[in-house]
């Protein structure tokens, strides 16, 4: 049986949805007519977490025997998590975190862990001991003879890990790259997908990417997942007056053969962190009708829920001072890698993605202590509007 070809994503796989198609599912499989559920979704969009009806049913929310109507309004939405990420964080930094080269440089020059960066493939940028490449033919040279393996290649710019690739080693005889989930891929063909993307900056909004060494998962995660891709821990820290504190966690588990640990690839899991002990919940795969909840590994069968984090206070000491880096933004997303070197930061993610915490943990957002840092928030920024000046009539400005 000939092996299968190795899927290389450079952008998020589309997903169709219908609403019409998502309402009759849930009736067939849960009882609750279309008429509820358009109420639901009616009541869910004005409400103060704005839900689309995509994100009413992934979360679940018609199910009635996990969520009241009062724990289903608790639930934030895209453009409620908009809305928020204007009142809490300085727009200009966002800028900074998305650059991953730039964003590396600072926490690398602040003393913070990160991953070495190795090289860069960008037509201008560069400095004068980082490998710049500029063309197909350096790019494959280097890969060829002198980049260090093994590396971790990602887009400068990139989100939702599109474009990433772990690479192990380089092997002449077949001129081919192989990888960190075993798999291989032509070097001609993987120079040519990246300049694919780079070269078409609209489509796969992606401005150069960024080589780095690739890390080791710490064993104790390696030995629950089976897996060297690298399992990553979503922190999502609230700054209140200049303190970081943790507010919610998960672990994002790698799973088959994904070079990445992102929820939307087919098969990851998700799981709900105690941000005090380390200890891990029960794990979902999944979102909507189509959701599992794991207590073990499927691929090693050893035991998720229950499982303490190795390096947790160590992790939570370096994601407070992680903030410090970007003092405008006053809610944090940071994506930590426990390795078998300690914890390292990967990247910030300004406000994060509303939708991890929220099916890790099966509850909204919108609670007590969450709305009262908005309030305090808001008061903030309102502090920092100088008045108008008074301006007598008929007075020329």
Not at 126 to 131: D, T, Y
Not at 168 to 194: F, M, S
Not at 346 to 364: F, K, S, T, W
Request: glycine share 10%; net charge neutral; aromatic share 8%.
């Amino acid at each position: 049986m000939t092996e299968e070809p190795f899927v290389f994503h450079l952008e998020r796989p589309r997903q169709n949805f219908s609403v019409v198609e998502a309402a009759m599912a849930v009736a067939r499989a849960n009882g609750r007519s279309p008429f509820g559920q358009a109420a639901d979704l009616l009541r869910l969009r004005r409400g103060p977490g704005k839900l689309d009806a995509d994100e009413y049913y992934a979360f679940r929310l018609w199910d009635r025997t996990r969520f009241s109507p009062a724990e289903a309004a608790a639930f934030a939405g895209r453009a409620r998590q908009q809305e928020d990420a204007a009142l809490v964080n300085d727009p200009s930094w966002y800028a900074l975190g998305q650059d991953k080269l730039a964003a590396g440089a600072v926490l690398e020059g602040l003393g913070l862990p990160v991953p070495p960066i190795l090289a860069i493939l960008h037509e201008s940028r560069g400095g004068p001991s980082l490998p710049a490449l500029r063309d197909r033919e350096s790019l494959a040279r280097h890969l060829r003879e002198e980049i260090a393996y093994p590396f971790f290649g990602k887009p400068i710019g990139g989100s939702y890990s599109v474009g990433v690739l772990g690479v192990e080693a380089y092997e002449a005889d077949g001129d081919r790259l192989r990888l960190a989930n075993g798999r291989h891929i032509a070097l001609t063909d993987y120079v040519e997908r990246l300049f694919e993307a780079y070269e078409q900056k609209t489509r796969y909004n992606v401005d150069g990417f960024v080589f780095q060494a690739l890390l080791r998962p710490h064993p104790e995660l390696a030995a629950i997942t089976g897996s060297a891709t690298l399992p990553t821990i979503r922190v999502v820290l609230l700054i209140d007056e200049g303190e970081a504190s943790l507010f919610r966690a998960c672990w994002k588990i790698p799973a088959g053969e994904n070079q990445a640990d992102n929820f939307w690839r087919k098969g990851n899991l998700l799981a709900p962190i105690d941000v005090t002990t380390g200890q891990v919940g029960e794990a979902l795969r999944g979102t909507g009708l189509e959701q599992e909840r794991l207590s073990h590994h499927p691929d090693t069968g050893a035991a998720i829920a229950g499982a303490v984090l190795p390096d947790w206070a160590e992790l939570i000491y370096l994601a407070r001072e992680a903030t410090s880096a970007f003092p405008g933004m006053q809610m944090q997303g940071w994506d930590i890698a426990l390795t078998d070197r300690g914890p390292r930061l990967i990247e910030v993610n300004g406000v994060g993605d509303y939708n991890l915490p929220q099916i890790a943990y099966g509850r909204g957002l919108l609670d007590r202590d969450f709305l009262a840092f908005l309030q305090r928030c808001r008061a903030r920024k309102n502090r920092k509007v100088p008045p108008l000046p008074q301006v007598a009539r008929g007075t020329v400005q």
